[in-house]
């Protein structure tokens, strides 16, 4: 069973930067593509952003193209979510996800295991 607890959520002003984790813990931590959601009060989860097992494949969704970045650390079993140019409507509970197989997915139903949750908060 493969438990993931993230970090780095907080409150920033509108332009600043985060960077979340996503610590794993289990041994299919490598072989696992992995990726962020987010959900805003009053609305759906949302995809933001996968990454295959090896790293070598990234998505995103449009609104964070060129401000977000993930990447791994298979060697950490981490992955993180670097957020850059932030703005108040990225204002959500940000969770990670881990997908048995080797690419990710944009759709939430397609991963396996979940964190709790951070809180990212924008202000503007």
């Known amino acids: 069973q493969v438990q993931l607890v993230e970090s780095g959520g907080g409150l920033v002003q509108a332009g600043g930067s985060l960077r979340l984790s996503c610590a794993a813990s289990?041994?299919?931590?490598?072989?696992?593509?992995m990726g962020w959601f987010r959900q805003a009060p009053g609305k759906e989860r949302e995809f933001v952003a996968a990454i295959s097992w090896s790293g070598t494949s990234t998505y995103y969704t449009d609104s964070v193209k060129g401000r977000f970045t993930i990447s791994r650390d298979n060697a950490k079993n981490t992955v993180y979510l670097q957020m850059n140019s932030l703005k108040p409507e990225d204002t959500a509970v940000y969770y990670c996800?881990?997908?048995?197989?080797?690419?990710?997915?944009?759709?939430?139903?397609?991963?396996?295991?979940w964190g709790q949750g951070t809180q990212v908060t924008v202000s503007s």
């Open positions: 289990g041994r299919t931590f490598s072989s696992s593509a």
């Open positions: 996800a881990g997908r048995r197989y080797y690419l990710g997915s944009y759709y939430s139903n397609e991963y396996d295991y």
